[in-house]
């Protein structure tokens, strides 16, 4: 199967360096995205997000005439999704939000036409594939599909979750494996030789299903080792005992490999994918929704040890944290335990708190006028200087060193 045009739907932290690489290859790539800036900047042949390597690749290809984007649907011969997936908590659960799937699903139905092939990157719970297959029937009547005509359908439908570290997108997008999910024996076919064209892993074929799963499990099995981590820090700080000191030793073990804690978990894969298995297997996914906890509860931890070291210190003490992103060396920072920390000290302090995040120009809407987005020279000087994420900005700079200031250090910059 050959593709002369693709759309990638969504151009955030994954479907524009996905959209990059492509056009790199000399595919016509037509980007759609709602945020009408980000259009514009693309088209501009500049980046609206911080990913290495990702402003050489995007300038290059609008320059070459390979990207493009634009805020309406346009005619393609595959389309690949990648909106955000979050969830929605109430009080019982939290439970997976396709809105924006549907959205995009409708949103291109108007342009399909027979033989296109239509990929759900999106992380999504099992069934999600098969609900947006749905979705286009229900817009698209005068074409056929996989869960009514199988291997004979119009439309191909697969879902192919991306596996990628933030930071090093543009390789791993390459390099890495990748599980392609169809519903039918055809339509993983079909996906298969589109991402022949960029990907240098393996393609390896199953079923929608287990496509969704396999996604779900990955990032399942790094909560429940992060949340280890997280737990043994916890009672470390109980017992006196330096928890970085401990995992080091401890891993010398020729079978032993601690993850590092932390202030919590953030990120749209690991903070959220645990809980798409929690919502659709309840009463079986308890180590799961435990380690999920147990994350979850980690920030709070993090903000009384700030609340004991604020009561020790006169009225006007001030508050240095350092970092607001979910992971070193990025500027993303959704569901960021950072994030949610400093937001709770602004309103718990207000206008004591100091923020370096030498990935931002700005501070979010959540902070902005409540916190002060400082250097670090001016930071280090704070009475309560607070680590929260390992930028390698913060590693290659000196540790306070003030005799008055208090020093919590939730990553092991300064205190291994």
């Avoid at 980000?38 to 042949?45: D, L």
């Avoid at 809105?99 to 027979?114: D, F, G, N, T």
């Avoid at 543009?170 to 076919?189: F, P």
């Amino acid at each position: 199967m050959t593709f002369d045009r693709i759309c990638i739907v969504g151009l955030g932290y994954i479907g524009l360096p996905t959209a990059a690489l492509f056009a790199l290859r000399g595919i016509d790539v037509v980007g759609l995205d709602i945020n009408t800036d980000a259009v514009e900047r693309i088209n501009r042949g500049e980046t609206h997000i911080v990913e290495p390597g990702l402003d050489d690749a995007v300038r290059r290809s609008v320059r070459n005439g390979t990207l493009r984007a634009t805020t309406e649907p346009e005619p393609a011969d595959a389309f690949l999704i990648a909106v955000p997936t979050p969830f929605l908590s109430n009080r019982n659960a939290k439970l997976p939000d396709l809105s924006y799937v549907e959205a995009a699903a409708r949103s291109i139905a108007p342009v399909l036409k027979a033989g296109d092939l239509v990929i759900l990157e999106s992380t999504s719970p099992v069934g999600a594939t098969e609900q947006m297959a749905e979705w286009l029937a229900s817009e698209r009547p005068d074409l056929s599909f996989p869960q009514t005509h199988g291997e004979d359908s119009d439309i191909r439908v697969v879902h192919c979750p991306e596996r990628i570290l933030p930071g090093h997108a543009l390789r791993e997008l390459v390099t890495n494996d990748r599980v392609i999910g169809g519903m039918t024996r055809a339509c993983a076919a079909a996906a298969r030789d589109l991402y022949r064209c960029v990907v240098e892993g393996e393609c390896i074929e199953t079923d929608a299903r287990t496509a969704e799963m396999a996604k779900l499990t990955e990032n399942s099995f790094r909560d429940v080792n992060i949340a280890f981590a997280n737990e043994l820090s916890v009672i470390c700080s109980k017992l006196g005992i330096n928890v970085w000191e401990l995992i080091r030793l401890t891993n010398r073990h020729p079978r032993v490999n601690i993850l590092q804690p932390g202030p919590g978990v953030g990120g749209h894969c690991i903070a959220v994918d645990p809980w798409f298995i929690v919502a659709q297997a309840p009463e079986e996914a308890k180590l799961i929704r435990a380690a999920r906890e147990t994350n979850d509860s980690k920030p709070e931890w993090v903000l009384d040890k700030i609340r004991d070291a604020v009561a020790e210190k006169p009225d006007s003490a001030k508050i240095s944290c350092f970092g607001l992103a979910f992971k070193p060396d990025i500027d993303d920072l959704r569901e960021s335990p950072a994030l949610e920390i400093v937001s709770r000290l602004v309103q718990e302090y207000p206008g004591r708190v100091s923020v370096v995040e030498p990935h931002i120009e700005e501070l979010p809407p959540c902070l902005n006028g409540s916190a002060a987005l400082v250097p670090i020279r001016e930071a280090i000087d704070a009475e309560i200087c607070v680590m929260l994420v390992d930028h390698s900005h913060f590693r290659n700079s000196p540790p306070p060193n003030g005799q008055n200031t208090t020093v919590i250090d939730t990553r092991g910059v300064w205190l291994r």
